[in-house]
């Protein structure tokens, strides 16, 4: 079986632990809009949308958590990251393929909010990549300069996922209709 360098294997698991932890802490605060979110998905019967919001939150933590334990939580941890991608992935692709693309994703809250598109299918895609990845190739040990640049190279790889994030919030069809920036549309300047 091939393999990668174990602190590329722990910049992965870094990037997912991030990932979920970032958006399980997001969701905590937000159960009402996120109740409203997953019902507007029109996957699953509207009765489960709120308990599915009061779980999604802590299953995110839970498992941004158990992706840092490392060794003690393999592979389950990210066997859960992964599914949890894929169900995200499905459901996104799912309302692409009904023409609903004007739906709020549900990733972000605030400024950050964006409607549906196939790169963010992509990115749930490569994410669950990179979890099933971890999952195949787990790491039983590593020497601190492996955990210090896996770490390291975990954030990295984070803060660059967020600003790419960043930049498919920005609703560039209405910077170009009117020649101002969103922000200056909104403000009325």
Same mark, same amino acid.
């Given at each position: ?11 992965? =698991?870094?990037?997912?632990?991030? +990932?979920?932890? &970032? ?12 109740e409203? +979110? ?44 992964a599914?949890?991608?894929? $169900? ?8 692409? =393929? ?10 972000? =809250?605030g ?19 990179? $979890?099933?990845?971890? $999952? ?11 955990? &210090? ?25 209405? +910077? ?12 009325? &300047?």
């Amino acid at each position: 079986m091939p393999s990668l360098p174990v602190d590329a294997l722990l910049a992965l =698991r870094v990037l997912l632990a991030l +990932v979920f932890l &970032v958006a399980g802490a997001g969701k905590l605060g937000a159960r009402e809009e996120l109740e409203g +979110v997953i019902a507007n998905y029109r996957v699953l019967p509207r009765a489960l949308a709120a308990p599915i919001s009061h779980l999604l939150g802590p299953l995110e933590l839970l498992i941004g958590l158990a992706l840092l334990a490392g060794p003690l939580a393999t592979p389950f941890a990210e066997a859960a990251a992964a599914l949890m991608l894929g $169900a995200f992935a499905l459901a996104m692709g799912i309302n692409l =393929r009904r023409g609903r693309a004007h739906i709020d994703c549900g990733c972000f =809250r605030g400024t950050l909010r964006q409607t549906l598109r196939p790169e963010l299918v992509l990115r749930n895609l490569l994410l669950l990549t990179a $979890a099933a990845t971890c $999952a195949l190739l787990p790491v039983r040990d590593a020497s601190a300069w492996q955990l &210090v640049n896996g770490t390291l190279g975990g954030i990295a790889l984070f803060v660059l996922l967020q600003g790419m994030n960043t930049l498919w919030a920005i609703d560039t069809r209405a +910077v170009l209709s009117s020649g101002k920036p969103a922000w200056a549309q909104r403000g009325g &300047v």
